[in-house]
């Protein structure tokens, strides 16, 4: 049975693949220890675009975008939120979005410790 401790946070966040290693290490600076990182493509408010490869015309409907998801203690979502936004924004469409989402339960596998713990 595990038990409750510290709040922990997830934060899912979708930034431009460039991007990547700034904010990887704005987040190491910050005393984050680790992150999940995935090689994604979407779209937003964008809908993609269209390029011209050898004279044709292709409508390119997904664009590449990397997904960081990390669980933080709860105290420490905030400045982790700031972090991604100032490092990831380059003020032109397709930034990307975060977002923040309770996580009821953590578990470190090796050790059964839970929550913040777990981190």
């Known amino acids: 049975m595990w038990k409750r401790g ?3 946070k ?3 966040a979708t930034i431009k693949p460039f991007k990547l290693e700034e904010v990887r290490v704005a987040l ?3 005393g984050i220890r680790g992150m999940m990182v995935t090689e994604i493509k979407g779209f937003g408010s964008q809908s993609g675009h269209t390029e011209i490869y050898r004279g044709a015309e292709y409508e390119v409907n997904f664009v590449p975008k990397i997904k960081l998801e ?3 203690p709860a105290d420490q979502a905030d400045q982790v939120v700031e972090t991604i936004t ?3 924004r380059t003020g032109k469409i397709g930034d990307g979005k975060i977002f ?3 996580v009821s339960q953590a578990v470190r596998v090796r050790t059964g410790e839970t ?3 777990a981190l």
């Open 6 to 8: 510290t709040e922990v």
């Open 28 to 30: 190491t600076d910050i």
């Open 100 to 102: 923040v989402l309770d």
């Open 86 to 88: 100032n490092t990831a």
């Open 115 to 117: 929550n913040q713990d």
């Open 70 to 72: 990390l669980v933080v």
């Open 10 to 12: 997830l934060i899912i």
